[in-house]
C-alpha cells in the first residue's frame, strides 16, 4: 500500500455512497471492550473513525489536527472523526498499540455486511500481524524496544482441593513457536502466581470468567498489578478432554516426548486447553508439530514480584507496576553527587537492561529481557555464565570477533524460520502465491551458516591459547575445571554439533542461488538450476554487457572518468541511468543525445534514448525471470523450513553468546572496575553476602557522577538486618537498592560493580519502596506500603533479601512506627532473611539493642555554620537526625518558609524533650538500672499510700515534690490537713530522686 507519509490524506476521498455504507457499518457493529480499538481496510490505505480516529492522531500524527469528518463537516453537525493511514502509518499504530500500551486490535473489511473482523491481535497474541510488526526487523534495528517483546500469553485456572489453592498454569509464544505448562500451590495474595508471572514475562492473561469466583477475582488484582492485560474466556473452555491429542498435533518432533509427559498433569492441562483456543493453534496450520514443549520449573529462578523489578530499575519502559529507569534514578538521587536532573539522565544506562544490552541481535536482546527476569539459583549454572563471561573479557580478540566480525550481521534467526515454516504452508496450499519469505531471506540464512567456521575458528583459537585462564581454577564448585572449558562445554562443543546438520542446506543453496548477483544486490536462482532461467539469464547478462558498454562510451563523449565522474546507477523509477556531480552537470547542456532526469542532492541523474531501451529490455527479462523463478524459490524455501528445528536450537546458542558478550563488553568498559562474583550456595557454612567498594552500576553511568562507593557484610543469625538512617537524598536509597542489584546480576551471570563481592544464593528479592502508581489505581500510598509489605512477610524466607525504603509513612508518626517495629523485629526475630530497611523512624535504631543481628548503618553527613554537606558513605552507627530543613534550603526554599521551619522544630523538641529510646543510648546501663530503681521505689511508695487520705486530698494541686502550694480562701480544713500530709509524705518519698547525681534521673527530673 502507499500513500503520504506525514498527513492523514492517503486515499480519503470517499462518495457519497461509500460514507453511507461506512456509516452503516460503524452503527451496526457490534459492543467492544474498552481497550480495543478497530481498524478499517480500505482498497490501498487504512482508516479509523470515531474515539479511534483521536487515539491514531495522536500516536501517529501527534496532534488532533489530522481528524477529517465523514458526512459533515465537524462532529457537531452529525460529522464522523476520521483518520486514514498509509500502510507504513498503520504498522506504527500497531507497534504502539500491541507492544507498548497493550491494546487489542481489530482490522475490519469495510464491506457494509461484514459481522466480524478479519485479523484479531492483543498483547499476547501477535501471530495475526507477526509481518507487520516485525517483518522488515533487520540486525541494525534489533535494539528497538519492539524487536525486545516476547508476546507471551498465560491462562491460568484455579482448582481449591482440601483448602489449598492449586493452579493450572499455561504459557506460550505462538510467534516463537513454544509452549510451557506448570503447576504451582499459592496463597490468596498469589505472590508465587505474580512472581511467576514475570518470570516467563506474560503479556496477557486468560482467565476463566467467573465473576463468583474469589479465586478469580483476587488473581485479578495481582496480575493487573503487576501491569498485565487481562482476558476473560468461557469457563467451558478450560476442558482438558482432548489435550493429548491437541499436544500431539502441535508438538515438534524433539519435544513430543515432553509434551506427552506435560499431557499427565492434573490442572495445566486446563488451561493449556483455553490457551490453545484463545491463540488459535490448531488453525494455524504453520504451527503443527512445530511448538517446542516445556514443563516449566519455577523454583529453578529467583522469585521477582512487580514491587521489585520497580524498585531495581530493571527495564526502561515502564515495566511491571511501575516506572522505567530513568524515572527511577531521579527518584532517588546519585548516590555519589548532587541530584541528578531528569535532563542529565542517559535514558539508554538509566535501566540495568539498557546498561548491559550490548547485543548485536535481537534474538540476544530478548533472551537479556528474560535472564534480568530469571536469575538462576543454581551455582553450578551461574559459575559457568561467569566463566564463559570472563573469558570474553579477558580475551579481547574474541570478544570483539564474536560481536563485531559475526554477531552484528546475524538476522533473526527465530522469526526467519517461522516465515519459512508459514510460506511451506502457504506453498502447499497455492502455487505462486505471496509465500511471505524470499530469496533474499534464503541468502541471508545461508550466510549466517557459511560463516559459522569461522567463528568455530575464533573460538578453537581462544580455548587452545586460553592465556591466563588456561591456567585458572573455575569457581563452578570447585570441579577444578578451568573458565576455557565452560567455553568449550557451553558454546564451543554445541556449536560443533550443529555444524554437520546444514552441509545439505549450503549444497543446495549453492547449487539453486546465484550468489554472484547477490553480490550486486541481486537475488536470482542460479541459470544451471533450470533451463528457461538460464536462456533468460543469459539475455539478461548480454543486455547487462551492452548497457556496460554504453556507459563507457557516453562517458568518454563528456569527457568524464567513469570511474570517478560519473556513475551508472539502476533504481525502480528510472532503471539504469548515470549520474555526474553537480559539479560537471553542466557538461549535459547541449548534448542532444542526453536526457536529464532529475537533479538531487548527489548529483544530477540523465540518460539516452538507447539507455533507455536497453533498460526496459533488462527490465522486462528480469520480470519474466522473477516470475518464473517464484515455484523455485518456493521449493528452496520449503527445503529450507525443514532445517527449523536446527536453526532455532542455533538461534537459541547465538543469543547465548550474544548475551555473555554483552556482560563481558559491560564490565569492560564500566567507568569503574567490574568484578567476578563469588557465588556460593546459600546453606554453604561461613557463607557471606559481603560486597567490598559497591556501586550503582546504573548510577554511575550517568554524566557528570562521581560515585562514591560502600561497603556491606552481612552473615546469617550474626549480622544479617541493617537499619539504615541518615539526611535526606544522602544516598540511602541508592545504597540499599544498589545490593540488590548487584545480587541479582550476579545470579544472572553477571561480573558486578565492586572490588570483591561474594554472594550467597537468594531465592527472592523483595522490595517495599515508593508509593508507584497507586494512587492512579485507587489506592492510598499507605494502603499500597500495607499490601506490598504483606506480600513480603507471606513469601519471604531465610534465603531471601528484602529492601524496605521508608515504611510507614502515609499515617501517623505514632502508628508508623509502631508498623514499622513490629516489621523489622518479625524479619529479624522469625524470619532471618537478609533485609536492608531505610528508615527515618531514627527510634528505630533502638532494635539493636534487643536483637544481637541487627546492626546500625548511617550515611554520613557533615555539619558546620548552619549548612550540610552529604558525604554519601555509609559507617556503621545511627543518624539521630533526618536534616530534612538542611535538604530543603539546598532546594532553594524560600527563607522566610526555611525560618519559620527552623523555629517550629525547635519548639516541639522544647515541646518533645528527649525520648525513652534517646536516653538509652546517651546513658551507661549502670546509669539507668540505678535510676529506675529509684524511680520504682518512689512509684511504689506512692501506690502504698492510703487510699482514704488521696481521697480526702482530692486530687488538689500540690506541685512537684518538696512544694508546698498556698490554699484557696475558703477552702475546707479537714481537707487542708489531708493535703499538707499528702504533700509531706511525697516530699519523702522523692527526696532519695531529688538527692540523687544519677544522670539518667537528673535527665528526667530535667525534662519535667
Not at 198 to 215: H, K, M, T, V
Not at 711 to 726: H, S
Not at 825 to 843: K, M, P, S, W, Y
Request: proline residues 4%.
Amino acid at each position: 500500500m502507499s500513500g503520504n507519509e506525514n498527513t492523514s490524506t492517503a486515499g480519503t476521498a470517499l462518495d457519497k455512497r461509500s460514507e453511507a455504507g461506512l456509516q452503516r457499518l460503524l452503527r451496526s457493529l457490534p459492543e467492544r471492550r474498552a481497550d480495543c480499538v478497530r481498524v478499517f481496510e480500505r482498497s490501498d490505505y487504512y482508516s479509523l473513525h470515531e474515539e479511534d480516529a483521536y487515539t491514531a492522531a495522536q500516536i501517529v500524527f501527534r496532534t488532533s489536527t489530522a481528524i477529517k469528518f465523514l458526512g459533515g463537516t465537524s462532529a457537531a453537525d452529525g460529522g464522523v472523526p476520521s483518520v486514514s493511514l498509509s500502510e507504513v502509518q498503520f504498522r506504527t499504530l500497531l507497534r504502539e498499540l500491541l507492544l507498548r500500551q497493550q491494546k487489542c486490535v481489530e482490522l475490519w473489511p469495510a464491506d457494509p455486511g461484514a459481522r466480524a473482523p478479519r485479523l484479531q491481535a492483543s498483547p499476547g497474541n501477535l501471530q495475526a500481524f507477526e509481518e507487520q510488526l516485525f517483518g522488515e526487523a533487520s540486525a541494525t534495528d534489533h535494539q528497538a524496544d519492539d524487536l525486545v517483546v516476547n508476546p507471551v500469553a498465560m491462562a491460568v485456572r484455579p482448582f481449591v482441593v482440601k483448602g489449598q489453592i492449586h493452579l493450572g498454569i499455561a504459557y506460550g509464544d505462538a510467534t516463537a513457536r513454544t509452549m510451557g505448562l506448570c503447576e504451582i500451590t499459592d496463597s490468596i495474595a498469589f505472590n508465587n502466581l505474580q512472581s511467576l508471572a514475570i518470570q516467563i514475562g506474560a503479556r496477557e492473561c486468560i482467565l476463566p470468567n467467573d465473576a463468583n469466583s474469589f479465586e478469580v477475582t483476587e488473581m485479578s488484582k495481582v496480575l493487573s498489578a503487576a501491569g498485565i492485560h487481562l482476558t476473560a474466556t468461557p469457563k467451558a473452555s478450560f476442558n482438558a478432554q482432548a489435550c493429548k491429542q491437541d499436544f500431539a498435533r502441535l508438538a515438534s518432533k524433539d519435544s513430543s516426548n515432553t509434551a506427552s509427559a506435560a499431557a499427565d498433569l492434573e490442572y495445566a492441562t486446563h488451561a493449556a486447553t483455553a490457551l490453545i483456543t484463545y491463540l488459535g493453534l490448531l488453525r494455524d496450520e504453520s504451527l503443527h508439530h512445530q511448538m517446542a514443549f516445556s514443563v516449566y520449573q519455577p523454583k529453578s529462578f529467583m522469585r521477582l514480584d512487580a514491587s521489585a523489578i520497580r524498585a531495581l530499575g530493571l527495564f526502561p519502559a515502564a515495566g511491571p507496576g511501575g516506572a522505567g529507569g530513568a524515572a527511577l534514578l531521579a527518584d532517588i538521587g546519585s548516590g555519589g553527587g548532587p541530584a541528578l536532573a531528569g535532563d542529565s539522565i542517559n535514558a539508554k544506562t538509566a535501566s540495568l537492561f539498557g546498561l548491559l544490552n550490548r547485543c548485536r541481535s535481537a534474538h540476544g536482546s530478548r533472551l537479556l529481557a528474560r535472564w534480568l527476569k530469571q536469575p538462576l539459583l543454581c551455582p553450578r549454572e551461574i559459575n559457568t555464565r561467569l566463566d564463559i563471561v570472563e573469558c570474553l573479557m579477558t580475551d579481547t580478540s574474541l570478544r570483539q570477533a564474536v560481536q563485531d566480525d559475526f554477531l552484528r550481521s546475524v538476522p533473526d534467526l527465530t522469526r526467519l524460520m517461522h516465515k519459512f515454516v508459514r510460506a511451506a504452508i502457504r506453498r502447499q496450499g497455492k502455487a505462486g502465491a505471496h509465500l511471505g519469505a524470499s530469496l533474499q531471506d534464503v541468502v541471508r540464512l545461508y550466510q549466517v551458516i557459511k560463516r559459522l567456521p569461522v567463528l568455530q575458528d575464533v573460538l578453537n583459537r581462544a580455548v587452545a591459547s586460553g592465556g591466563m585462564l588456561a591456567n585458572a581454577t573455575s569457581l563452578n564448585d570447585g570441579c577444578g575445571a578451568s573458565p576455557v572449558d565452560s567455553l568449550r562445554a557451553g558454546v564451543l562443543k554445541p556449536l560443533e554439533d550443529l555444524l554437520p546438520h546444514f552441509t545439505k542446506l549450503l549444497e543446495l543453496v549453492e547449487f539453486s542461488v546465484d550468489l554472484a548477483a547477490v553480490e550486486n544486490g541481486e537475488f536470482l536462482i542460479h541459470p544451471q538450476y533450470d533451463s528457461e532461467l538460464s536462456e533468460l539469464r543469459k539475455s539478461m547478462d548480454a543486455t547487462r554487457r551492452k548497457i556496460d558498454r554504453l556507459f563507457h562510451e557516453t562517458a568518454a563523449s563528456l569527457g568524464l572518468d567513469p570511474q570517478k565522474k560519473v556513475k551508472l546507477d539502476q533504481n525502480t523509477l528510472y532503471g539504469f541511468h548515470m549520474r555526474v556531480t553537480k559539479a560537471d552537470a553542466g557538461r549535459l547542456r547541449g548534448k542532444a543525445r542526453v536526457l536529464e532526469l532529475s537533479t538531487q542532492k548527489s548529483g544530477t541523474l540523465f540518460t539516452t534514448a538507447e539507455m533507455r531501451q536497453l533498460s526496459g529490455q533488462y527490465t522486462e527479462y528480469f520480470d519474466l525471470f522473477e516470475q518464473k523463478q517464484i515455484l523455485v524459490v518456493a521449493d528452496i524455501i520449503s527445503v529450507a523450513s525443514t532445517y527449523a528445528s536446527q536453526v532455532i536450537q542455533l538461534a537459541d546458542l547465538l543469543a547465548q553468546v550474544d548475551v555473555l558478550a554483552a556482560f563481558a563488553d559491560a564490565a569492560v568498559t564500566a567507568p569503574s572496575e567490574f568484578v567476578r562474583p563469588q557465588v556460593v550456595p546459600a546453606d554453604q557454612p561461613g557463607a557471606r553476602l559481603t560486597l567490598t567498594g559497591s556501586r550503582h552500576p546504573c548510577v554511575e553511568a550517568q554524566p557528570d557522577v562521581s560515585f562514591i562507593p560502600n561497603d556491606l557484610d552481612l552473615a546469617r543469625a550474626e549480622a544479617d538486618f541493617v537499619i539504615l538512617t541518615g539526611p535526606n537524598m544522602g544516598g540511602k536509597s541508592t545504597f540499599i537498592r544498589q545490593v540488590g542489584i548487584i545480587v541479582l546480576m550476579a545470579q544472572v551471570g553477571c561480573f558486578v560493580p565492586c572490588s570483591f563481592a561474594q554472594v550467597p544464593v537468594r531465592d527472592a528479592i523483595l522490595a517495599r519502596v515508593g508509593a508507584g502508581d497507586a494512587q492512579l489505581k485507587g489506592i492510598s500510598t499507605f494502603m499500597a506500603e500495607m499490601l506490598e509489605t504483606a506480600s513480603i512477610l507471606q513469601s519471604a524466607t531465610s534465603e531471601s533479601l528484602i529492601i524496605v525504603d521508608e515504611l510507614g509513612r502515609g499515617t501517623s508518626t505514632y502508628d508508623g512506627f509502631g508498623l514499622a517495629w513490629a516489621i523489622s523485629e518479625h524479619i529479624a526475630r522469625d524470619l532471618g532473611a537478609f533485609c536492608l530497611f531505610a528508615t527515618h523512624f531514627h527510634e528505630l535504631t533502638a532494635l539493636a539493642d534487643e536483637l544481637p543481628n541487627v546492626r546500625n548503618f548511617h550515611v554520613s553527613a557533615y555539619t558546620g555554620h548552619g549548612s550540610i554537606t552529604l558525604l554519601y558513605r555509609v559507617q556503621p552507627g545511627f543518624c539521630d537526625q533526618s536534616f530534612g530543613i538542611h535538604v530543603a534550603e539546598m532546594a532553594k526554599f524560600p527563607a522566610h518558609v526555611v525560618a519559620l521551619a527552623k523555629r517550629k522544630a525547635s519548639e516541639l523538641e522544647d515541646f518533645g524533650g528527649h525520648n525513652e529510646m534517646d536516653r538509652k543510648r546517651k546513658y551507661s546501663k549502670d546509669d539507668i538500672d540505678a535510676g529506675q530503681a529509684l524511680i520504682r521505689t518512689f512509684l511504689d511508695g506512692v501506690a502504698g499510700l492510703p487510699a482514704d487520705l488521696l481521697h480526702q486530698a482530692d486530687a488538689s494541686p500540690a506541685g512537684l515534690p518538696g512544694d508546698t502550694p498556698p490554699l484557696p480562701e475558703g477552702t475546707n480544713h479537714s481537707h487542708d490537713a489531708a493535703r499538707r500530709e499528702l504533700v509531706g509524705r511525697l516530699a519523702a518519698l522523692s527526696e532519695p530522686i531529688t538527692a540523687s547525681d544519677n544522670p539518667y534521673v537528673k535527665d528526667i527530673l530535667h525534662t519535667l
